[in-house]
């Protein structure tokens, strides 16, 4: 199995492309704290380039900003190359497959947690109060 799960916090917004076959692509850096906290009593933190490709980039690219708190999936992938010298060259890739808000509901950002605002105020959906009690 060949699969990754990170959740961190977005160090700047996601910069997004367009292959030559018009396939879209969103890179992006994620700082992920780990578990436990280093001899001096700090808290250690990785940062991983990561990169999503069509629907999966496209998601990203739109809704995802520095500072957002995301978990994210996906599979390790390894790639070699001849570089101009001829010295072959090795890169390990992070593929996004799925990614997820990692926010609290009421953040700071001024949004209560919305979304998607593109939600279409036809009747078809209707809006929860979460402050009231559940009826279960």
Do not use: H
Request: glycine letters at 8%.
């Amino acid at each position: 199995m060949n699969k990754f799960q990170f959740m961190g916090r977005l160090t700047k917004d996601p910069e997004v492309r367009n292959t030559t076959t018009g396939t879209q692509v969103t890179s992006f850096s994620l700082a992920v704290n780990r578990k436990f906290a280093g001899q001096n009593g700090e808290r250690q933190t990785d940062f991983f380039n990561l990169t999503a490709f069509a629907k999966t980039a496209e998601f990203c690219g739109k809704y995802f900003k520095k500072g957002a708190q995301v978990l994210v999936e996906g599979r390790i992938q390894n790639r070699t190359w001849e570089d101009t010298t001829g010295a072959k060259r090795y890169a390990t890739d992070y593929i996004v497959e799925d990614t997820y808000f990692a926010d609290s509901k009421r953040d700071n950002s001024g949004t209560n947690g919305t979304i998607n605002s593109d939600i279409p105020s036809d009747g078809e959906y209707i809006t929860i109060d979460d402050t009231a009690d559940l009826p279960f």
